[in-house]
């Protein structure tokens, strides 16, 4: 790969969720010949933590580099989905350019205007991709109407007076690997993405060398051979190795020695001995630096604005593990090191925060949505952690004397047989309509104002009730009067009365009851939540019963039982469906549900209505 550049480019690619952004990131990777010609290239390569492989869509911002046409572009590939929105407002303080890919069909969607508000905000130039353009069901010409009279809407928004409407507009296939600046011809490349990149619409950071530094720390890395790793833009200046800088943090300055410098190359990066303003760098030799800290010279410590992101809207209550199974399928069950894996999951998250409760077990850990939670909960267990999480509750806020509570704008792509069910189960939850509208042949798009708290445990329902064919994107409107209260969730649960290992027997026995979570050989245990009622109220139940034996053989053969398969037990279903009364156990091995109060006789099996 060639290394030699005359000009530089910080572009940050940038979208709703699977839009296809690591798709095209993949692409502009292969034919810019980044990759060496033998190098066997996986799908979706920026994608490279289990996660996000796992679940198809990217969870962290994630940098890379190519070389074209004599510039060296630093890449920046961000994530899609709303709950992820910090590691987007951390990137865009790394950038001079956002290159905004729109779905062909779907066209602008909640987190499309999240990002343009972002970038408009922060100077950004904007260039357009609409992407998938080979979609049956495309809207070409629509969409390109939608984006621009959505970068209207926000230039009056922000009351932005210089805003430049002739944004350039690229239209691609992503996945086919080839772009086009007209959507009536089909090319066999990407180099209308290249060039333009290249081109002098977006401009060069500025490269003042010769001022004090400055670097605001905006991500951290950890390396095993070379330890705790900031990254961050130069902003101006220069920084050299093995020489002295200075950390200002928000409480105190330090200073520390500059012992590795590094730049991106391809998907990887290199050291090197200087780095200078415009280029964004990975810098080892301190220890103690926390995100939205600034690296001076010792001489003048000028701090740059600390970055601050939209507050967290969403908690959970986070504890050890009390469960009768505890400690017999994790390592880590101790409250101190589940308080030592929230302060790192703090640290490199600005979006997240975390506090104390008056129970040493307990602590509360808030974030952006139930997907960004869920996923620090999955870290946890791959890493050996057993722990209990509670039902995800919105923050309120008391302003000017009124009870205020977070509110989402939610946008619903259904076929149109749907639509009577979707709007039900939304107006049930406080939802109201704002809009309805055809989007393309036999699929219409509703959009709601719903307080965020009846958007929780929604998501499985919506999938039911679109027969997994919906598409379902919700954005902040912000703090909004109290709707009142709700209910929770409307069937109660099915409780193991006893422990014991589960039979088809008595499961077989007990089908008229709900639908169960459990499987026959299961190890259960008193107060342990094992399925969902058909009625309102709980349901204690012995599913441990086996089969009287007898000496006398009955006249022909046992029936073979047959149960209803049993639905995956993930992380994100469970915190969905609990109640407030409920746990969900998270151990490397297993997902449970269990009542807070294991025994029987110690909780009523009616239940009130508890809010949410």
């Given at each position: 790969?060639?290394?030699?550049?005359?000009?530089?480019?910080?572009?940050?690619?940038?979208?709703?969720?699977?839009?296809?952004?690591?798709?095209?990131?993949?692409?502009?990777?292969?034919?810019?010949?980044?990759?060496?010609?033998?190098?066997?290239?996986?799908?979706?390569?920026?994608?490279?933590?289990?996660?996000?492989?796992?679940?198809?869509?990217?969870?962290?911002?994630?940098?890379?580099?190519?070389?074209?046409?004599?510039?060296?572009?630093?890449?920046?590939?961000?994530?899609?989905?709303?709950?992820?929105?910090?590691?987007?407002?951390?990137?865009?303080?790394?950038?001079?350019?956002?290159?905004?890919?729109?779905?062909?069909?779907?066209?602008?969607?909640?987190?499309?205007?999240?990002?343009?508000?972002?970038?408009?905000?922060?100077?950004?130039?904007?260039?357009?991709?609409?992407?998938?353009?080979?979609?049956?069901?495309?809207?070409?010409?629509?969409?390109?109407?939608?984006?621009?009279?959505?970068?209207?809407?926000?230039?009056?928004?922000?009351?932005?007076?210089?805003?430049?409407?002739?944004?350039?507009?690229?239209?691609?296939?992503?996945?086919?690997?080839?772009?086009?600046?007209?959507?009536?011809?089909?090319?066999?490349?990407?180099?209308?993405?290249?060039?333009?990149?290249?081109?002098?619409?977006?401009?060069?950071?500025?490269?003042?060398?010769?001022?004090?530094?400055?670097?605001?720390?905006?991500?951290?890395?950890?390396?095993?051979?070379?330890?705790?790793?900031?990254?961050?833009?130069?902003?101006?200046?220069?920084?050299?190795?093995?020489?002295?800088?200075?950390?200002?943090?928000?409480?105190?300055?330090?200073?520390?020695?500059?012992?590795?410098?590094?730049?991106?190359?391809?998907?990887?990066?290199?050291?090197?001995?200087?780095?200078?303003?415009?280029?964004?760098?990975?810098?080892?030799?301190?220890?103690?630096?926390?995100?939205?800290?600034?690296?001076?010279?010792?001489?003048?410590?000028?701090?740059?604005?600390?970055?601050?992101?939209?507050?967290?809207?969403?908690?959970?209550?986070?504890?050890?593990?009390?469960?009768?199974?505890?400690?017999?399928?994790?390592?880590?069950?101790?409250?101190?090191?589940?308080?030592?894996?929230?302060?790192d999951s703090c640290r490199l998250n600005v979006a997240l925060q975390y506090e104390g409760t008056p129970d040493p077990k307990i602590f509360k850990l808030?974030?952006?949505?139930?997907?960004?939670?869920?996923?620090?909960?999955?870290?946890?267990?791959?890493?050996?952690?057993?722990?209990?999480?509670?039902?995800?509750?919105?923050?309120?806020?008391?302003?000017?004397?009124?009870?205020?509570?977070?509110?989402?704008?939610?946008?619903?792509?259904?076929?149109?047989?749907?639509?009577?069910?979707?709007?039900?189960?939304?107006?049930?939850?406080?939802?109201?309509?704002?809009?309805?509208?055809?989007?393309?042949?036999?699929?219409?798009?509703?959009?709601?104002?719903?307080?965020?708290?009846?958007?929780?445990?929604?998501?499985?329902?919506?999938?039911?009730?679109?027969?997994?064919?919906?598409?379902?994107?919700?954005?902040?409107?912000?703090?909004?009067?109290?709707?009142?209260?709700?209910?929770?969730?409307?069937?109660?649960?099915?409780?193991?009365?006893?422990?014991?290992?589960?039979?088809?027997?008595?499961?077989?026995?007990?089908?008229?009851?709900?639908?169960?979570?459990?499987?026959?050989?299961?190890?259960?245990?008193?107060?342990?939540?094992?399925?969902?009622?058909?009625?309102?109220?709980?349901?204690?139940?012995?599913?441990?019963?086996?089969?009287?034996?007898?000496?006398?053989?009955?006249?022909?053969?046992?029936?073979?039982?047959?149960?209803?398969?049993?639905?995956?037990?993930?992380?994100?279903?469970?915190?969905?469906?609990?109640?407030?009364?409920?746990?969900?156990?998270?151990?490397?091995?297993?997902?449970?549900?269990?009542?807070?109060?294991?025994?029987?006789?110690?909780?009523?099996?009616?239940?009130?209505?508890?809010?949410?």
């Open positions: 790969m060639n290394t030699s550049f005359a000009k530089l480019k910080n572009i940050a690619v940038v979208a709703h969720v699977d839009h296809g952004k690591t798709t095209m990131v993949d692409e502009l990777l292969k034919q810019s010949n980044t990759f060496e010609a033998r190098a066997e290239v996986v799908e979706r390569v920026m994608d490279s933590g289990e996660i996000e492989k796992e679940r198809g869509i990217t969870i962290t911002a994630k940098n890379c580099s190519f070389i074209w046409n004599d510039t060296k572009i630093n890449l920046l590939d961000t994530p899609g989905h709303a709950d992820f929105g910090g590691e987007v407002e951390r990137s865009l303080m790394m950038v001079d350019g956002v290159l905004l890919l729109v779905d062909a069909s779907e066209g602008p969607l909640p987190q499309t205007r999240f990002v343009l508000t972002k970038a408009l905000l922060g100077g950004l130039k904007v260039g357009v991709v609409i992407n998938k353009i080979d979609r049956p069901d495309e809207r070409i010409s629509e969409v390109k109407g939608e984006v621009e009279d959505l970068l209207l809407e926000i230039a009056s928004e922000l009351d932005l007076e210089d805003f430049d409407i002739d944004i350039p507009f690229i239209y691609a296939s992503a996945k086919n690997g080839w772009a086009t600046l007209d959507p009536a011809e089909t090319r066999e490349d990407m180099l209308p993405i290249l060039d333009f990149m290249t081109s002098d619409y977006y401009p060069e950071p500025e490269r003042d060398e010769k001022s004090d530094l400055q670097i605001l720390v905006t991500n951290l890395t950890y390396s095993k051979f070379l330890g705790q790793q900031f990254v961050g833009r130069i902003k101006q200046g220069t920084i050299i190795k093995n020489q002295q800088f200075s950390c200002v943090g928000a409480e105190k300055t330090k200073n520390f020695k500059v012992s590795n410098i590094q730049i991106y190359s391809g998907l990887t990066s290199q050291e090197v001995d200087t780095a200078v303003a415009g280029e964004i760098v990975i810098v080892s030799g301190l220890n103690e630096v926390a995100i939205g800290d600034t690296i001076t010279t010792t001489s003048a410590q000028n701090a740059l604005p600390r970055i601050s992101v939209e507050p967290p809207t969403v908690a959970v209550n986070v504890s050890v593990s009390t469960s009768p199974l505890s400690g017999q399928e994790g390592e880590y069950l101790t409250s101190r090191k589940l308080e030592e894996f929230l302060q808030k974030g952006r949505g139930e997907l960004q939670i869920a996923i620090v909960f999955e870290e946890l267990r791959r890493k050996g952690f057993e722990l209990m999480v509670s039902r995800p509750e919105v923050l309120f806020q008391d302003i000017d004397g009124e009870k205020q509570e977070p509110y989402e704008k939610a946008v619903i792509d259904v076929p149109d047989e749907f639509t009577g069910a979707v709007t039900e189960k939304l107006s049930i939850r406080k939802g109201i309509m704002s809009s309805m509208m055809p989007v393309g042949e036999g699929r219409t798009r509703i959009e709601f104002e719903i307080p965020s708290r009846g958007l929780i445990g929604y998501r499985s329902a919506f999938l039911t009730d679109t027969r997994g064919e919906g598409l379902l994107s919700t954005e902040f409107l912000g703090y909004r009067s109290y709707a009142g209260e709700m209910l929770a969730r409307q069937n109660g649960a099915i409780i193991s009365d006893r422990a014991g290992k589960v039979t088809a027997y008595a499961l077989f026995n007990l089908l008229n009851n709900g639908e169960f979570f459990i499987e026959p050989g299961d190890t259960v245990y008193e107060g342990m939540v094992i399925g969902e009622s058909k009625k309102e109220n709980d349901a204690n139940l012995n599913v441990c019963r086996g089969k009287q034996l007898t000496s006398v053989r009955t006249a022909g053969k046992d029936e073979n039982i047959i149960l209803p398969p049993v639905r995956p037990r993930t992380l994100e279903w469970a915190l969905d469906w609990i109640d407030n009364d409920e746990w969900v156990e998270v151990t490397p091995e297993n997902i449970r549900i269990r009542k807070k109060e294991l025994a029987a006789n110690l909780r009523s099996v009616r239940r009130k209505e508890k809010k949410s």
